[in-house]
């Protein structure tokens, strides 16, 4: 098996991988969308009544939303998330009470007339688990005068598969990489071939085609239809796939990357483990 990274940055991933049978590239897509954990807004309380501020100016703990929908708001919200100083509260050694090590706690009590964004989430405690400024603009809920909301609110680890707010990537997808053949005495109108391909697969050298950067070929074979039959042969490569996944911010694209493969290993181990107990 070969990897070759085509792209990569904080929160996204592109890869060639080759000698990899689909089915193991799906279980990787599969493991990240639902067992890599994070950080999520579980439970979100509502201060009810009225708020004076330091000038004595009075504003209502209400928001244009229903509660319902504010709340659901908060809870897509990307927190960061560090899986070595977290764990999950059931197997948390406060018994699931909420402490440091399984909780963060955030408030929110923005006046109106504003716009509250993401970033105006304050953590109470540390500082740097304040939301990324990557994700600081996110708008939530535009206030009008007089509207000041005091919300109180609750982040745990989950996964994706109890809940989608809990995971960790918002796109993972993978495709076969072509195979082009070209046949040049079939392929005359040049210019008009190169123009078919959206993605600029194709280019002319003189009167004969050239193949570029053929992992970004999506298969449409459009060249296909461009010349005469025979011109151009597009096929795909199951054995090499190019997979993409861009994560919300909450972990890095390399850490969700490495904690899919290690849970994936885990459990094969385990599902190994109990077929060799059946015999």
């Excluded at 009810?48 to 509660?67: A, C, H, M, T, W």
């Excluded at 909420?98 to 963060?104: A, N, Q």
Aim: aromatic residues 6%.
């Amino acid at each position: 098996m070969e990897v070759k990274i085509l792209e990569a940055d904080d929160t996204s991933m592109r890869l060639m991988i080759s000698g990899l049978d689909p089915s193991v590239t799906n279980g990787i897509r599969r493991y990240m969308i639902a067992e890599v954990p994070k950080m999520a807004i579980e439970k979100v309380e509502f201060h009810q009544g009225p708020i004076r501020d330091n000038e004595g100016k009075e504003y209502e703990s209400v928001s244009p939303l229903f509660d319902e929908i504010l709340a659901h708001r908060l809870g897509l919200i990307p927190i960061p998330t560090d899986l070595d100083l977290f764990t999950f509260r059931d197997k948390c050694k406060c018994n699931g009470e909420g402490c440091p090590s399984c909780t963060i706690m955030y408030v929110l009590n923005k006046k109106g007339p504003a716009t509250v964004y993401a970033g105006d989430l304050e953590p109470l405690g540390d500082q740097k688990l304040a939301i990324a400024k990557r994700d600081a603009l996110i708008p939530i809920v535009k206030l009008m005068d007089g509207q000041a909301p005091l919300i109180y609110m609750t982040a745990v680890l989950g996964r994706g598969k109890d809940h989608a707010k809990w995971q960790a990537v918002c796109a993972a997808g993978y495709k076969y990489l072509a195979k082009i053949s070209i046949n040049q005495s079939k392929c005359q109108n040049v210019e008009q071939i190169v123009k078919s391909c959206p993605r600029g697969v194709l280019v002319a050298k003189g009167k004969e085609l050239t193949v570029q950067n053929i992992e970004n070929c999506s298969l449409c074979k459009a060249c296909e239809n461009a010349c005469e039959p025979g011109g151009i042969k597009v096929d795909a490569d199951p054995n090499t796939q190019i997979f993409t996944f861009e994560t919300d911010g909450s972990l890095t694209a390399k850490k969700v990357l490495k904690y899919s493969l290690i849970k994936m290993e885990e459990k094969c181990n385990e599902f190994k483990n109990r077929i060799s107990e059946l015999e």
